[in-house]
């Protein structure tokens, strides 16, 4: 594999938990993020699903530096990000970009299409100021939309067509990586598929690699090459969209398959459902040893023991569980 | 005689920007201890027959215009709100979506559990707190004693929702209508949810009226679904039949645009453009203008829902008529 595009090593980010009033001091920490290590080539779409709360959001706002590294560095293209200084990373951000997953609070009501999409080309002067609206045509046309709506505010558009906006911003830069924090999930299933149509084909189109952050696996799994499933700020399990949906191996992304119903009546009706007991703990208090014990089936002594960490399970497939062998 | 009755129901809302008729003339029955699905898209009606059902539809701006909801032979829409009141909450109950915004931060969970009873006078005081106890164990909470007395803010989003099923069960209604109750959820803990429903109902005996948007939620739970689009049911079949031989072009083209039914990779399929404005008068079906099968009949000639082999009913004319298969 050629150099990757991007490269995480054991990027953790801890947000200090204080209280007292007068007499403010630390009395905890949140590991949202633990200890991730990534690598993703160029072309790619990488998947990140978990449960609210395990961390996948706050460490694509790590990647892009909205959120502060503990530990660990974000290297894009060569880059370090964490290192990088405020001139240095507004540069690297025409690299980076992002999908935010509601479409009604990430564009901002009192700018028309045309100033949403023009703002970053402006911004990085991408080009010069009379060829702007011209790029902004081109953009709207891109995610599928009329240019002739270019003077409209986000009001007048759907759910569907405010997420092509937000795509359209993201892609104005033409960015090296998107990350689309769960871009689906507050769409009808009918515009879901449209908007799903549309990213990949802009991954096809223009060589974009993304991350694709979602909490329902057959949409990741339709849209991604690689998956990684998150628990309580660490991968627990990553490989190959299909063998890590159809085959899972850890406990954990095996529960989650099962809990998601299927739309077929019959496989439904004969399938074993894991219902998982419990939620998922408080990132505060997170258990010993391996975070996922208090919930798993096949917990033993040794799982509360020692943090297990990834291993290799089959070609391209880690998966961080002491009983691996066993179950 | 089925458990509720709706016929006709009309529903609309009446703003500055004209009338919108979120339910346009839906009729349907449920059985004792049946569970029925209601499917559709935001703006489908789904949730606004439920609510006129319930009285909860504001008016103004809303009203309903027509129609009757039989309910053990009372009209729910038109009857004494005295007698509909000792209807809702005791016989009928509902849950919502939103486990944080449906239950009130200021009161302990205890205050609220025996609200039903003691509003319905079905027990005293003391008896009231012990049934809050032994329900909010059934609905598998932990530690049930030290909870009872806490408030919402303290519990999780999967165990405010199972305070809100233990609220709505506590006096042993005869029908519950969940309103996407496990939307808001992660999945794991909509797992845990469905499974608890379908314990308690076979445990009470209860009827339900389920409505989602998630056809995979249906398919393991209900035994009749109904498709909702622009205020009109447009399909009705038990779960098998809808799912494996949909008719109506909607149904089919839901069920197409579904990631998890598609080969990976694939393009999906898309439904062209959006829900008619129901605030404009749609002549003819109101899915004509996204209908790959559409003819000129369809956007003249309103539809009506009619019987297409056993027990299953569909509204498509072009269908109806053998034109399509």
Redesign the interface.
């Known amino acids: 594999m050629a150099a990757p595009l991007l490269q995480l090593n054991d990027v953790k980010t801890h947000y200090p938990v204080e209280s007292g009033f007068l007499l403010r001091r630390q009395t905890g920490v949140v590991k949202a993020v633990d200890g991730v290590s990534l690598a993703l080539a160029a072309g790619e779409v990488l998947g990140l699903v978990g449960e609210s709360g395990c961390g996948k959001s706050t460490l694509a706002r790590t990647i892009l530096r909205l959120a502060p590294t503990t530990a660990g560095t974000v290297v894009l293209a060569g880059r370090n990000l964490t290192a990088a200084g405020a001139a240095e990373l507004q540069a690297a951000r025409r690299d980076l970009q992002m999908v935010f997953q509601d479409p009604y609070a990430s564009l901002n009501p009192r700018m028309t299409v045309h100033a949403t999409l023009a703002e970053p080309l402006r911004v990085h002067g991408v080009c010069p100021p009379a060829e702007v609206p011209a790029r902004v045509a081109e953009l709207m046309q891109l995610v599928g939309l009329a240019p002739r709506f270019m003077r409209k505010y986000p009001h007048e558009f759907s759910g569907g067509q405010r997420q092509r906006i937000a795509i359209a911003r993201a892609l104005a830069l033409r960015p090296k990586l998107v990350i689309a924090d769960e871009p689906v999930s507050a769409l009808d299933v009918s515009i879901q598929a449209q908007i799903l149509n549309l990213l990949s084909e802009l991954v096809r189109k223009m060589g974009l690699t993304m991350i694709f952050i979602a909490h329902d696996l057959s949409v990741v799994k339709h849209i991604s090459d690689r998956v990684a499933v998150m628990y309580l700020g660490k991968i627990v399990e990553l490989g190959p969209a299909a063998d890590v949906i159809e085959r899972p191996r850890h406990p954990y992304t095996r529960a989650l398959v099962s809990a998601i119903p299927v739309p077929d009546p019959g496989k439904e009706r004969a399938r074993q459902r894991i219902v998982l007991p419990g939620d998922p703990p408080s990132p505060l208090h997170p258990p010993a040893g391996c975070a996922f014990h208090p919930r798993c089936p096949f917990a033993q002594e040794k799982c509360r023991a020692a943090v297990p960490a990834l291993a290799p399970a089959g070609p391209g497939h880690e998966v961080a569980c002491v009983r691996l062998g066993e179950i | 005689m089925p458990l509720l009755e709706v016929t006709d129901l009309r529903t609309s809302f009446h703003t500055r920007n004209g009338v919108t008729r979120a339910v346009d003339g839906v009729s349907f029955a449920v059985e004792k201890g049946e569970t029925l699905g209601i499917v559709g898209?935001?703006g489908s009606g789904k949730s606004v027959t439920c609510y006129s059902l319930m009285g909860l539809i504001p008016q103004p701006p809303g009203r309903i215009e027509g129609g009757r909801a039989l309910f053990d032979g009372l009209d729910l829409l038109r009857c004494p709100p005295a007698e509909a009141r000792a209807i809702r909450g005791k016989r009928i109950a509902m849950i919502f979506q939103d486990p944080m915004t449906s239950l009130n931060p200021y009161l302990r969970v205890s205050q609220q559990l025996v609200e039903p009873l003691l509003i319905h006078g079905l027990c005293d005081a003391p008896e009231a707190r012990r049934r809050a106890l032994a329900m909010l164990e059934a609905v598998g909470l932990n530690d049930a004693p030290r909870r009872l007395d806490q408030y919402p803010h303290e519990f999780?989003?999967?165990?405010r929702q199972r305070v809100m099923i233990a609220m709505a069960l506590i006096t042993r209604p005869e029908l519950l209508i969940a309103d996407e109750p496990t939307t808001a959820l992660?999945?794991?803990?909509?797992?845990?949810i469905?499974?608890l429903i379908k314990k308690l109902q076979r445990e009470f005996g209860m009827a339900v009226i389920f409505i989602t948007?998630?056809?995979?939620?249906?398919?393991?739970l209900c035994d009749r679904v109904q498709v909702m689009y622009a205020g009109r049911i447009v399909e009705r079949a038990g779960?098998?039949a809808l799912?494996?031989a949909p008719r109506h072009p909607y149904t089919r083209?839901?069920?197409r645009?579904?990631?998890?039914?598609?080969p990976?990779?694939a393009?999906?399929?898309?439904?062209p453009g959006?829900p008619p404005d129901l605030s404009q008068p749609v002549a003819g079906c109101a899915f004509a203008p996204r209908c790959a099968s559409a003819a000129d009949r369809c956007r003249r000639e309103p539809p009506v829902l009619a019987p297409a082999g056993p027990a299953h009913e569909h509204a498509c004319l072009r269908v109806q008529a053998g034109e399509i298969p």
């Open positions: 898209e935001s999780s989003g999967g165990m992660d999945v794991t803990v909509q797992a845990q469905l499974e948007h998630d056809l995979g939620v249906v398919s393991g779960t098998d799912f494996r083209a839901l069920q645009s579904i990631p998890a039914l598609q990976k990779g393009e999906l399929f898309t439904i959006l």
